[in-house]
């Protein structure tokens, strides 16, 4: 569980090895992938570090306990509480809509279904941090869930999002299980994050069997 700590620092130097990026003490997804950096626990971090890394790679988003030293010429953006919750079982949910793995085809509809939506940051190839699967009515995706940061142990479970047009049937539920019991079947814990205000979602995952593991702070840092 310590992992779960710091989520990015682990991910990037295991199983998303290949989307990182490393300068003065810090690591972070590509961009474009995702902005979650982390201290790299095994190099001393400077503030040159952080602050070159900003500056040419863009803003940078921090999952930890502890406040996050701030640069100068750098500045917070964004700081919100975050609640974080993983599971051993989690309880099944079907449905009778079926679902759809989802693709490099469906790549610009995911995005827009989460630009709509805001389950949380996404960007142009998030999709490829790990498996997705979607709902989709008259040819347009309408709900889709999928995975994030992976680590020794844990796939982080995250893009639960339906449409406004299809809510109230259930696909949040069904796809949260699917992609749960599909991350404990290759022996690892699903665990997300979550808004303490979103508290019809914290429901949900109290109810599929996620338990609160840890609040802790999203900080969002951005050159000035």
């Known amino acids: 569980m310590d992992k779960l700590a710091v989520p990015a620092r682990h991910a990037l130097a295991s199983h998303h090895a ?7 003490g810090y690591v972070r997804y590509q961009p474009d992938i995702a902005f979650f950096t982390a201290t ?11 602050r070159a890394l900003v500056r040419a790679t863009g803003p940078v988003a921090f999952f930890q306990d502890e406040p996050v030293a701030v640069p100068e010429g750098l500045e917070v953006v964004r700081l919100k509480d975050v609640i ?10 079907t449905s009778d809509t079926p679902f759809a793995p989802l693709g490099d085809a469906d790549a610009d509809a995911m995005l827009a279904l989460a630009l709509l939506t805001e389950p949380g940051p996404f960007f142009a190839r998030t999709r490829l941090m790990g498996d997705f699967v979607g709902i ?3 040819g347009r995706l309408v709900a889709m869930a999928g995975e994030r940061m992976r680590l ?11 449409h406004p047009d299809a809510r109230g049937r259930g696909y949040a539920a069904a796809l949260t299980s699917f ?8 022996g690892e814990r699903p665990f997300l994050h979550v808004f303490p205000e979103n ?9 599929l069997g996620f338990d609160v593991t840890r609040h ?9």
């Open 216 to 224: 802790t702070t999203l900080t969002v840092l951005a050159a000035v």
């Open 136 to 138: 989709h009515q008259e």
């Open 179 to 186: 992609v749960a019991q599909r991350i404990i079947a290759r």
């Open 199 to 207: 508290a019809g979602a914290i429901r949900l995952y109290h109810s």
């Open 152 to 162: 020794p142990g844990f796939t982080e479970v995250s893009a639960v999002c339906t």
């Open 84 to 93: 974080q919750m993983a599971a051993r079982d989690v309880n099944s949910v």
């Open 40 to 50: 790299t626990g095994d190099e001393e971090p400077t503030p040159e570090g952080l």
């Open 18 to 24: 290949h989307f990182a990026i490393r300068q003065g």
